[in-house]
């Protein structure tokens, strides 16, 4: 399987400040044939499930505010947001869906410094 | 809109078994590949299995590989998990979710699986 990991576990930031996730594979999910990295970015606030975020490692999901984008290929991903918001709190997970069994990263918690 | 609701969740004993349903509503069932994907409590998200459209194709995480089955009827837009062989390590949150393209797009609430004696 392939294993996801993010860095860091724990992200405290200002508020208006830039937060930066970074999430790494241990193969490549690009696949060459569409030119496609096979990555989400989910966020998830305490006692909700999950949210969809960002797909292909850079669509944003519709209703997503711009101040989230992703970038990377291959198996170096970063998720950032622009101007932390106090709503942004949440953990933030990376998925593969390159394989069938597909992974997600450990997580990354962000917070209020 | 997408909802999912999911069910049967509760308290089991070590190696009984127990089936976890998700009723699906807001969009056409039969035309999307589904998941499960559960969370121990205080923990990350684990992609447990996947099932296509039809139900022709489905995969399960390592862990769970024989355990664990995904089905789906489509006449009652209902997906399914049948747990057998529990064990404590099944302890989360079991959540249904809609797939797109590969990816997931969209979550149930959960439902809460406890396996203690």
């Known amino acids: 399987d392939i294993v996801m990991t993010q860095s860091p576990d724990s992200l405290p930031v200002s508020l208006g400040e830039r937060a930066t996730i970074n999430c790494k594979s241990s193969?490549?999910?690009?696949?060459?044939?569409?030119?496609?990295?096979?990555l989400a970015w989910y966020q998830q606030k305490p006692g909700q499930p999950p949210k969809l975020l960002l797909y292909?490692?850079?669509t944003r999901e519709s209703g997503v505010p711009d101040r989230f984008s992703g970038s990377g290929s291959g198996t170096d991903f970063t998720l950032t947001i622009s101007s932390l918001q106090a709503e942004d709190v949440a953990v933030y997970y990376c998925?593969?869906?390159?394989?069938?069994?597909?992974?997600f990263g450990q997580g990354t918690k962000v917070e209020i410094k | 809109q997408v909802q999912l609701v999911e069910s049967g969740g509760g308290a089991v004993q070590p190696g009984r078994s127990l089936r976890l349903s998700c009723a699906a509503s807001?969009?056409?069932?039969?035309?999307?590949?589904m998941h499960w994907v559960r969370q121990a409590p205080g923990k990350g998200l684990e992609w447990v299995a996947f099932?296509?459209?039809?139900?022709?194709?489905?995969y399960y995480a390592d862990s769970v590989q024989g355990r664990l089955s995904i089905s789906r009827d489509n006449s009652q837009n209902t997906l399914y998990l049948h747990m057998d062989s529990l064990r404590a390590e099944d302890t989360a949150v079991y959540y249904c979710?809609?797939?797109?393209?590969?990816?997931?797009?969209?979550w149930g609430q959960g439902t809460l699986v406890t396996v203690s004696s």
């Open positions: 979710a809609r797939g797109r393209d590969g990816y997931i797009s969209s």
């Open positions: 807001g969009f056409t069932f039969s035309r999307f590949a």
């Open positions: 099932i296509s459209y039809d139900g022709s194709d489905t």
């Open positions: 193969q490549s999910v690009l696949y060459s044939s569409n030119n496609k990295n096979y």
């Open positions: 292909w490692a850079s």
């Open positions: 998925q593969q869906y390159y394989t069938n069994a597909r992974t």
